[in-house]
């Protein structure tokens, strides 16, 4: 049950939403037992974002959140995937882009939970 929300201060075209999606959800992978199957993806751009008091290198801001637990290295896998997939399809650098992780012990689908 994993979740991403991809924040930015870029323009997303409908073709680069779609790239993106679906490399986010090969790089879901990285985190065992999630999988493109159960990924909700949500895009928010043309976000007025500072960093480091300033806004003018364009910025990312992703949230993953999965149900359960996972490593630490798993983590950094993905957190690597990510900010490559973010680099090359938005042309924002690594380190512009914050990855958060939550993990979740409690989550509903389908009128029930897990």
């Known amino acids: 049950m994993p979740y ?10 409908a073709g680069k939403r779609e790239t993106i999606k679906s490399e986010l959800g090969k790089a879901i992978e990285l985190i065992p037992g999630k999988s493109e199957n159960w990924l909700m993806v949500s895009f928010e751009d043309n976000s007025i ?8 290198r364009p910025l990312a801001y992703i949230e993953v959140k999965i149900f359960g637990k ?12 990510i900010t490559g997939i973010i680099h090359k399809e938005l042309s924002i650098d690594p380190d512009c882009v914050y ?13 029930t939970n897990f």
């Open 99 to 111: 990855v958060i992780y939550e993990e979740i012990s409690n989550w509903g689908w389908n009128g």
């Open 49 to 56: 974002m500072y960093f480091k008091g300033s806004s003018e």
């Open 4 to 13: 991403m929300n991809v924040k930015t201060t870029a323009a997303i075209d």
């Open 70 to 81: 996972s490593s630490k290295d798993a983590y950094e896998n993905l957190t690597k995937a």
